[in-house]
Nanobody, 126 residues
Framework: QVQLVESGGGLVQAGGSLKLSCAASGYTFSSYTMGWFRQAPGKEREFVAAIVWSGGRTYYTHSVNDKFTISRDNAENTVYLQMSSLSPEDTAVYYC???????????????????WGQGTQVTVSS
């Protein structure tokens, strides 16, 4: 069955860095766009970043544009999110997701994603 397993979350001080990983199995990873979303307490889940199947194009939400980098290794069936210059506002549960097909001009909608991981907590202390 399809599995997406996130790892790499934790507690970090403001200004620090973390690298999240998401290991995928049970489907053809290299055919799917991969995304990262996050959900802070009391807030809706929001788009963070996405990368198309080839790695040739990436998308970011504005607030992380110069801080986060998404990448993927199709040989390892893994997608990464390198996060730097973290602030308390980045505190959330981070989810990876897989999209076979997305509508619109970019894969930013939750509805575009078919599979989801269980999430990993990122906490940034001030």
């Amino acid at each position: 069955q399809v599995q997406l397993v996130e790892s790499g979350g934790g507690l970090v001080q403001a200004g620090g860095s973390l690298k999240l990983s998401c290991a995928a199995s049970g489907y053809t990873f290299s055919s799917y766009t991969m995304g990262w979303f996050r959900q802070a307490p009391g807030k809706e889940r929001e788009f963070v970043a996405a990368i198309v199947w080839s790695g040739g194009r990436t998308y970011y939400t504005h607030s992380v544009n110069d801080k986060f980098t998404i990448s993927r290794d199709n040989a390892e069936n893994t997608v990464y999110l390198q996060m730097s210059s973290l602030s308390p506002e980045d505190t959330a549960v981070y989810y990876c997701a897989a999209s076979a097909y997305w509508r619109g001009t970019s894969p930013r909608s939750i509805d575009d994603y078919d599979y989801w991981g269980q999430g990993t907590q990122v906490t940034v202390s001030s």
